[in-house]
């Protein structure tokens, strides 16, 4: 069975930093690019950043570009996104997306973590 | 980006009707487009890829079709589980993008 969990989600002030993981089970994960997508609190749903499978490739929204970075470990099963310069509107539900099908670095998602919660507040 | 607009907002249905919901995209996206659902306090649930595809374990009332810009999911007897909200999505070019979303809900 497919499992993404999500972890490293809190409460932090603008400015701050935080690093989020996704530990990955059920799957080859080194075979598979994989994605952060968010949701803030009652909004729709933001696509952040992707990467490729061998992390040869990545790209990022224009409202995380140079705040966020996105990195992987596939001997650990793990994603991970570490978020720097946070605003209050980085404030959202972060999930790890496991790709159905991806083209040019732009996919659909057939599993998806439960999230975590990453409030920026003072 | 392209941006894709859903409508209605908000689409008020009893339990065995039919519902109809529509998303439409700035520029042609091909059948590059997926259907999801998403409950309170859930993650969402890929329902449909390639515009009318059928993801796994999808029931059949559950169908998409439409190319280029204009594309339809339709629920063709409304059970209780499907009252929800139902985002597209189009991965045709990068960056991929959501519409805002059609809430269903019980009349």
């Given at each position: 069975e497919v499992q993404l969990v999500e972890s490293g989600g809190g409460l932090v002030q603008p400015g701050g930093s935080l690093r989020l993981s996704c530990a990955a089970s059920g799957f080859t994960f080194s075979s598979y690019s994989m994605n952060w997508v968010r949701q803030a609190p009652g909004k729709g749903l933001e696509w952040v950043s992707y990467i490729s499978s061998s992390s040869n490739t990545i790209y990022y929204a224009d409202s995380v570009k140079g705040r966020f970075t996105i990195s992987r470990d596939n001997a650990k099963n793990s994603l991970y996104l570490q978020m720097n310069s946070?605003?209050?509107?980085?404030?959202a539900v972060y999930y790890c997306a496991r790709p159905r099908y991806c083209g040019g670095g732009s996919c659909n998602f057939d599993y998806w973590g439960q999230g975590t919660l990453v409030a920026v507040s003072s | 980006e392209i941006v894709l607009t859903q409508s209605p907002g908000t689409l008020s249905l009893s339990p065995g009707e039919r519902a109809t919901l529509s998303c439409r995209a700035s520029q042609s996206i091909s059948s590059s487009l997926a259907w999801y659902q998403q409950k309170p306090g859930q993650a969402p649930r890929l329902l449909i890829y390639g515009a009318s595809s059928r993801a796994t374990g999808i029931p059949d009332r559950f169908s998409g079709s439409g190319s280029g810009t204009d594309f339809t999911l339709t629920i063709s007897r409304l059970e209780p589980e499907d009252f929800a909200v139902y985002y597209c999505q189009q991965y045709g070019t990068s960056p991929p993008t959501f519409g805002p979303g059609t809430h269903v809900d019980i009349k």
């Open positions: 946070l605003r209050a509107e980085d404030t | -």
